[in-house]
């Protein structure tokens, strides 16, 4: 990857020596990447990780900032201030596209490149003028999902969603129901809350309520691992087909177990690494890859975890 992105910037010189462009700078570009997730969510901790390479090998600074609570309005604020700040660059994603639509396209109709990722579609990111989109298709990635699911001979299911409200989980739910050949997600989404205790609590009274439960989703590791706490404690575990996105160590055990059967993989290295990188050599370069990038759905299975299994939590 990085012989890549080292090629590109060989070309993108040639380039210039021909007179299509001029180089901004050489170094010490400021970006900002805003996300919309609560402190409480460590999944973006490894993006955090991915940044602070991308900080070493370009020798760029980037700011982290995202509203506490996960509040769409605050972040709007957060992406309208950094919009007036002096930075070279965003990176931000769409967790609510009604609430941060004006702030985003506010920030590039004052001239500052913008690269989305993570929440959100490509359409939307096309709509607010931003560079490209990179990230998974959520509701697309539920629904293959759920085609997996069906194969494996599940006809029904619960959602257990940590951060209702979060569009693109309900995306997640919504596209499961459709791969499983269901009329719609229907009521079908049990709020787990953010809490991780909270989280345990309400999915072991939902499982020990709901005996008939045949199969369940978990949209990352803030509802996974509670989730299989419950399990566990309901003696249950490997007795109900269980699905997910996003991995943690403990995760990692139940997928070798069998417990869980598979997890979507989002790559969210390219999310943090392959945005701040991309997003640089627009700044330094002016070149640009003129087309959105997927970094998902990819599915980890006890088949294939050995490959990834040392990097999760640090770049996977």
Not at 11 to 32: C, D, P, R, W
Not at 76 to 100: K, P, S
Not at 227 to 244: F, N, P, R
Request: glycine share 12%.
């Amino acid at each position: 990857m990085n012989t890549f992105f080292k090629t590109v910037a060989v070309a993108a010189i040639a380039t210039m020596s021909f007179g299509f462009g001029t180089m901004a700078k050489a170094e010490g570009e400021n970006l900002v990447y805003i996300y919309h997730s609560g402190d409480e969510d460590f999944w973006w901790n490894t993006i955090k990780n991915t940044l602070d390479q991308a900080e070493k090998e370009l020798g760029i600074n980037i700011d982290i900032r995202n509203p506490p609570n996960g509040d769409s309005a605050q972040m709007a604020r957060i992406v309208e201030q950094a919009a007036a700040a002096n930075y070279d660059g965003m990176i931000v994603t769409i967790g609510d596209y009604d609430a941060l639509r004006d702030a985003i396209t506010g920030a590039v109709d004052n001239g500052m490149p913008v690269i989305t990722v993570n929440s959100g579609t490509q359409e939307q990111s096309e709509s607010m003028g931003a560079l490209m989109h990179i990230g998974q298709p959520e509701y697309e990635a539920g629904r293959l999902g759920g085609v997996r699911a069906k194969a494996d001979g599940v006809t029904d299911f619960v959602c257990f969603n940590h951060q209702v409200g979060n569009i693109p989980l309900t995306d997640r739910c919504a596209g499961f129901a459709e791969g499983l050949g269901l009329d719609d997600l229907g009521d079908r989404m049990v709020d787990l809350g953010g809490d991780p205790v909270q989280a345990k609590n309400r999915a072991f009274a939902y499982l020990k309520a709901n005996p008939d439960v045949s199969a369940i989703l978990t949209l990352g590791p803030n509802g996974g691992d509670p989730t299989l706490q419950a399990l566990e404690e309901l003696g249950l575990a490997g007795e109900i087909y269980w699905a997910s996105f996003e991995l943690s160590d403990d995760m990692i055990g139940a997928l070798k177990e069998g417990t869980l059967q598979w997890s979507i993989d989002q790559q969210q290295f390219f999310q943090g690494y392959l945005a701040a990188n991309l997003l640089t050599n627009y700044i330094r370069y002016g070149v640009r890859i003129p087309h959105h990038i997927n970094s998902g759905p990819g599915f980890l299975t006890k088949d294939n975890i050995g490959q990834v299994e040392t990097l999760i939590g640090t770049f996977r």
